[in-house]
């Protein structure tokens, strides 16, 4: 005879406050690493504007 078992026993997990701030620090971490990058690109794309020329 098969058991039946209740759907809430049966979920490996519940959604809850852990996987909201895991996903909150996810999106902040991916935020930081483009405001890097963001900022690295500008710094680059600044020295190449800067190049000098020889007179003569």
């Not at 078992?5 to 979920?11: D, G, L, W």
């Not at 490996?12 to 620090?25: D, F, K, M, N, S």
């Amino acid at each position: 005879m098969t058991r039946i078992i209740p759907a809430r026993n049966a979920r490996q997990g519940t959604r809850g406050r852990h996987v909201l701030l895991v996903l909150i620090a996810a999106l902040m971490l991916a935020m930081a690493a483009w405001g890097a990058a963001e900022f690295y690109g500008e710094m680059i794309d600044k020295n190449a504007n800067q190049t000098t020329t020889v007179p003569g």
